[in-house]
């Protein structure tokens, strides 16, 4: 997280500076802009400083030489003045030398005539010069002006910027500080990570060590035991049986039993379409009662005549594909195989359509030019020509897009399984445009039967079959619609349960693929019906639990158990001996009770009643011996046969049989004890078994455990070198970038500090002039 926000603020930071270094680069350009600018005003102003002077040395010149000419003018008046006295004076003697004077009059007139125009001459080229010079120095004065507040603008520009680069400076200053810290931090998490890594890859070695061994182990048993791996090859996996979603199966079967209802109720529909428009036929435009119809509505009657032979079987496609829909099967495009059957019989009745679409267009045409039809039932019947053509091209597209869902249980290399997502979603367009063709069929019939019932040739028959078509036509509209609305509904369950293979798989599974997993599927559940029995008398939850807390708890070994069986059998056998003998002492017991019974009877016959209680207290201690005998269930039981007629042998005999009942319940009862004793020994041994499975089930995840945290260890060990690298790579980067900031900011600020020196120069100079 550190470092994530540290490089952001270094972007966010980079940014700006970027964007100042930008801003700097602009601001550097015009001030050399306008350095060059002020250079050339600089040597414009130069040379017109010179021009100015060279005016000013010429204006001068033409001064002192305006004054030695007035001084000169002024001489020659003063001269005039004197020799015009003189003249006066001597004028007689001054004509002869007055054509002189004359001639240097004329002279001196016209030299000065000529100062005058070159003084005027010269005075215009001096006044021009002067208004030159203003204008010039009004120009220079406002571009002096404008200069300095650009100059002023940009220097408030510098100091913002200087502002600006001293408070980032700043920033960088204590974002470094910051840095600093951080990479200290960051240093000592460094060095104990690196220490963690040195843990690690002594844990690392060990458990490699074990791992190692344990993987030989298991793979010496894997190539022993494992005869192939199913997983490898995709036609193998084509073969496993997939789970049971019982779900799934019962909302599939639901949705065919509504998906047979809407095609039960279109088929309906269709079949009394057809009915009725043979009917129509019939009636008009010629009523074949009356008149004999065209051979053309003959061979389209004809035609519709045989339209069960294609509609029926639509239904009964639909039928066998619900059928073949049970709560066993699993229900994908590759399996189901109806669906095929299905395509094949909408192709015919498709083919149906093709065959009577010419002759229904005539039909129409033929009314159309019949003297009974009007404009508006012209119309109409052109509108019901349309749509007749729509509704087959529309039968069409949906038999294409049935016949592409059909391929799979068919031909899997067809198309690509996520291709048949916008097969699936045509077919849905499809269905909603069939329900729009129909309902712009519903409307034009409509409009054709209530104009054709105002005509006045209309009979009852015509009006009553018209009546008929159009409710025919009313109930293909909602069934079309209910259809669509109904696929619309399901389109997502329909894309999620394409093929029952795997979903990275781009293909479906090929037919006899799926035929054999299905009759895997079948075997299993054979298989499994045959597994369920009725579950003996398990012991009570909590009193399993107690047992299992003992036997798990017990301390005693598997030899002791043993043991303790082995006792346990011996006394068995033991026992088993001792019936035997018992049962071999009641056998002779029998025999000499028999002879006693024999004898006395005989001894009866002879002697009196005395005798008879003497002989009947000796055979009861002979009996009472006789019942010291164990184990004589089976001979005691037999009725012992006495031709005694006395009550006394009577009595006595049940004595002997009580006896021996008494006798015969205690060794059942030590036997049923033996038999509890084997039973006992026998769950114990069961218990120590499942005690010794449930050890291995521990020791098979404990290695388990061990192969994920060796794994996580090895993935944790990758992630602290990326970790260690990428906090090397950013100290690194930190470092570098913090340099290359503190060069660009040593360089930024020389730079500004030459714009200053430079702008103050600039300011100096345009206050100077």
Not at 226 to 245: E, G, R
Request: net charge neutral; glycine share 2%.
């Amino acid at each position: 997280m550190a470092s994530a926000e540290l490089q952001g603020k270094y972007q966010k930071l980079a940014q700006e500076y970027s964007k100042l270094r930008a801003q700097n680069q602009v601001l550097k350009k015009g001030v050399v802009d306008e350095q060059a600018n002020s250079a050339a005003l600089k040597e414009q102003l130069k040379m017109k400083e010179q021009s100015l002077r060279k005016l000013q040395q010429e204006m001068d010149s033409l001064t002192f030489r305006n004054l030695q000419l007035a001084k000169r003018v002024e001489l020659l008046q003063d001269e005039l003045a004197l020799s015009e006295p003189r003249g006066k004076k001597n004028k007689k003697s001054g004509e002869s030398s007055s054509q002189l004077s004359q001639e240097q009059k004329s002279v001196f007139d016209e030299d000065l005539q000529k100062k005058i125009e070159e003084n005027e001459r010269l005075h215009i080229q001096f006044f021009e010069a002067d208004e030159q010079h203003k204008h010039v120095e009004a120009e220079l004065r406002s571009r002096l002006a404008t200069l300095e507040t650009e100059a002023a603008q940009h220097q408030a520009v510098v100091d913002g910027l200087t502002r600006k680069y001293m408070e980032t400076i700043e920033k960088l200053q204590n974002d470094k500080a910051k840095l600093e810290v951080k990479s200290q931090t960051l240093e000592k998490e460094a060095k104990e990570c690196r220490l963690r890594t040195e843990e690690c890859q002594l844990q690392l070695k060990n458990l490699h060590e074990d791992l190692s061994g344990r993987l030989e182990e298991s793979l010496s048993i894997i190539n022993e035991k494992v005869p192939f791996n199913d997983t490898k090859y995709s036609q193998y996996n084509a073969l496993n049986v997939p789970l049971h979603n019982r779900r799934h199966q019962l909302k599939m079967r639901d949705i065919a039993g509504q998906a047979l209802a809407f095609v039960q109720d279109l088929v309906t529909a269709l079949l009394n379409f057809h009915t009725y428009t043979e009917q129509r036929i019939q009636i008009f435009p010629v009523d074949s009662a009356i008149d004999t119809i065209s051979p053309l509505n003959q061979k389209f009657s004809q035609y519709l005549h045989e339209n069960a032979s294609y509609v029926r079987p639509l239904e009964e496609g639909m039928l066998h594909l619900f059928e073949s829909i049970t709560e066993d099967t699993v229900t994908v495009l590759e399996t189901t195989v109806k669906l095929k059957t299905f395509s094949e019989h909408l192709t015919s009745y498709i083919c149906f359509l093709r065959k009577i679409l010419p002759y229904q267009l005539k039909s129409l045409e033929e009314e159309c030019e019949s003297s009974l039809c009007t404009s508006a039932l012209r119309a109409r019947n052109l509108e019901l020509s349309q749509d007749m053509k729509k509704m087959t091209a529309v039968f069409e597209k949906l038999q294409t897009y049935i016949a592409l869902l059909a391929l799979p249980s068919t031909e899997p290399d067809g198309l690509l399984r996520t291709n048949y997502s916008s097969v699936l979603t045509n077919v849905g367009a499809a269905l909603h445009g069939f329900h729009d063709v129909m309902k712009d069929i519903s409307k034009h019939y409509s409009q054709k039967a209530t104009i054709e019932h105002e005509l006045p040739t209309a009979t009852q028959k015509l009006i009553t079959t018209n009546d008929c078509i159009l409710s025919s036509v009313v109930a293909l509209t909602n069934g079309a619609g209910k259809i669509a609305s109904f696929f619309s509904n399901n389109l997502d369950y329909f894309i999620a349960s394409l093929s029952y293979g795997s979903k990275a798989a781009s293909g479906f599974i090929s037919p006899l693929s799926a035929e054999c997993m299905l009759q895997n599927k079948k075997k299993a559940a054979a298989y499994m019906k045959s597994l369920r029995k009725p579950l003996l008398e398990s012991v009570p939850y909590e009193e399993a639990l107690a047992n299992r807390r003992i036997l798990l708890s017990s301390t005693e070994s598997r030899e002791g158990l043993a043991q303790q069986v082995q006792q346990s059998l011996e006394k068995i056998s033991k026992l088993e001996q001792e019936k035997e003998h018992w049962m071999l002492e009641a056998q002779l017991a029998k025999i000499k009770l028999e002879k006693e019974n024999q004898r006395i009877a005989d001894k009866l016959k002879n002697t009196g009643s005395a005798q008879l209680v003497g002989l009947a207290q000796e055979n009861a201690a002979v009996s009472n011996a006789a019942g010291q005998d164990e184990a004589t269930a089976k001979a005691v039981l037999e009725p012992i046969q006495s031709t005694s007629v006395f009550p006394d042998v009577e009595s006595r005999e049940d004595l002997i049989k009580n006896h021996y009942m008494a006798r015969i319940v205690e060794l059942t009862s030590q036997l049923q004890l033996a038999d509890s004793k084997s039973v006992h020994f026998y769950a114990e041994c069961r218990a120590l078994s499942k005690r010794l499975a449930l050890a291995e089930k521990s020791k098979e995840a404990l290695t388990e455990e061990m192969k994920l945290a060796s794994q996580n260890i090895s993935r944790l060990q990758d992630e602290l070198t990326t970790t260690k690298r990428s906090y090397e790579d950013q100290l690194s980067m930190m470092s570098d970038h913090l340099c290359s900031m503190n060069e660009t900011l040593s360089k930024q600020r020389e730079e500004i500090d030459t714009l200053k020196m430079s702008s103050k120069g600039n300011s100096k100079k345009n206050k100077s002039r």
